[in-house]
């Protein structure tokens, strides 16, 4: 049987005990300490009622024990946003067929003992949750054996075992935990948590990174903001020389920042990876010099054993153009759980049957002259403006490659006349005596006449954002309808 992560808990636990698994809150928790949890937890969750396991918390040494406790009694674990509204909470829960939920309270209840069920490879571990940023969230179960195929993968490419410690900033609902969480404990590496408390916080992300000095960072590219700025605040010469791999994923990093952040951290190999709750992580580029002068980070190369076609109008695109990307992975979800909504993205290719199992991404990437792929949009997010198609991302793009703007997204909103208009929200910077006039010529030098925003807001407070990191557009088009 395939050794899970409960069980390399257990066997760093019993070789190397007193190695730090956990960093939190300035202290450290042990493997020794973690497995101990870990069976105590995995007791408790014995006396609970059949069936997955709701975790409603934040990230805590305390959640994470209770997590592995349940994978350790054989246990799905649900894992939503705790942040969510309680009736959609509700909702997932029960379509997940949780019969318990487990709050931040539950967790501080001692328990003893031990159980240990067993485990099969198809099997699932977890159930996550889509972001809900572009609507109600779906259930993605994600089996063992594609877990244990992506944290061989991460260690491969980033040497999270002994002796290395790897940051995670996410939630722990986030796909990303299953790197920097997961993978990193499966490996026998150092965890360092960031206490949710801190998140929003760019200095003490800042001395969080000076004083733990991670091998490995992996963040949404809010994190990497938050923490330039701060160090621009302090106007000393920062760097942080012991992070060797610098990591954008679950959103787009702006071309623009790089070379402060090459400053920043002066050792590291920087890398953009792309992927879906769905599928996990599928693509990989490592940035080179001159990266900073494009409009968007290109893809890369698909993952090892991950199967890529970009499909347009009922074929394959071989050649330049656009078309919505339709992945298979070794780590991908076998499809959501117990809903109707988006269960057409999973299934046969829509092109060539294969036998295989594919996922429709709804991404739509463009591959140039050269064969590189970059990232054109969602095919949601793909409207008609005025009869003339327009791709939301390339006006974003175009937005931020103003010193300016900070943040920018665009978004189409319903309107009685023209069916839909062209709603454009900025973030600048305090110091930016930037205006709607200012700006609009700005865009009218780089963008077709359809995709100049109809109306614009301009302010100096962040985004809202998801748990996740990411832009709530869905708060952005209800402030937007009120107009």
Not at 176 to 198: A, K, M, N, Q, Y
Not at 241 to 262: C, K, N, Q, W
Not at 323 to 346: C, I, K, M, W
């Amino acid at each position: 049987m395939t050794e899970t992560i409960t069980g390399a808990v257990e066997r760093h636990a019993a070789t190397r005990p007193a190695d730090p698994a956990l960093h939190w809150q300035g202290a450290e928790v042990t493997y020794g300490e973690l497995a101990e949890a870990m069976r105590a937890a995995a007791a408790g969750v014995a006396g609970l009622a059949p069936g997955p396991v709701g975790v409603c918390a934040k990230k805590s040494p305390q959640a994470i024990a209770f997590v592995l406790g349940c994978l350790r009694a054989g246990r799905t674990v649900v894992l939503p946003s705790p942040t969510l509204p309680a009736e959609t909470l509700t909702e997932l829960f029960e379509r997940a067929g949780a019969g318990t939920v487990v709050t931040a309270a539950d967790l501080e209840q001692a328990t003893t003992g031990d159980h240990q069920a067993e485990v099969h490879s198809d099997d699932n571990a977890f159930m996550l949750t889509t972001s809900g940023s572009t609507g109600v969230p779906k259930l993605v179960p994600l089996a063992v054996g594609g877990i244990e195929r992506f944290t061989g993968w991460v260690h491969d490419e980033f040497d999270v075992g002994p002796g290395r410690r790897v940051l995670n900033y996410s939630p722990l609902n986030f796909d990303l935990c299953l790197f920097e969480i997961w993978s990193t404990l499966r490996r026998g590496g150092c965890v360092v948590l960031v206490d949710p408390e801190i998140a929003a916080d760019g200095g003490a992300l800042l001395d969080l990174l000076a004083t733990t000095e991670p091998h490995v960072v992996q963040a949404v590219p809010l994190f990497y903001q938050l923490v330039a700025d701060a160090a621009d605040a302090r106007g000393a010469e920062l760097t942080l020389p012991s992070v060797e791999h610098v990591i954008f994923t679950g959103d787009a990093m702006t071309p623009a920042r790089l070379p402060r952040l090459r400053a920043l951290f002066p050792s590291t190999r920087m890398h953009n990876i792309y992927g879906c709750t769905e599928t996990n992580d599928s693509f990989r580029y490592e940035l080179r010099d001159g990266d900073e002068e494009r409009t968007a980070l290109p893809l890369g190369r698909p993952l090892p054993g991950v199967h890529a076609d970009l499909v347009s109008d009922g074929a394959i695109l071989t050649g330049p153009g656009t078309g919505e990307l339709v992945v298979r992975t070794p780590f991908q979800s076998p499809g959501y759980h117990n809903s109707s909504a988006g269960d057409g993205a999973f299934g046969d290719h829509p092109v060539r049957r294969d036998g295989h199992r594919h996922f429709r991404t709804g991404d739509l990437v463009r591959r140039d002259e050269h064969g590189e792929l970059s990232l054109a949009g969602r095919a949601d997010f793909r409207v008609k403006v005025r009869g003339q198609q327009v791709y939301l991302q390339h006006v974003e793009e175009v937005l931020l490659g103003s010193a300016d703007v900070l943040e920018a997204v665009a978004i189409a909103v319903p309107d009685e006349h023209a069916g839909k208009r062209l709603h454009v929200v900025v973030r600048r910077r305090d110091d930016s005596r930037l205006n709607s006039l200012v700006l609009r010529k700005y865009l009218a030098e780089r963008l077709p006449p359809a995709a100049i925003p109809s109306t614009l807001s301009i302010g100096v407070d962040p985004l809202p954002r998801t748990s996740t990191g990411k832009v709530d557009r869905q708060h952005l088009v209800l402030m937007s309808e009120k107009r």
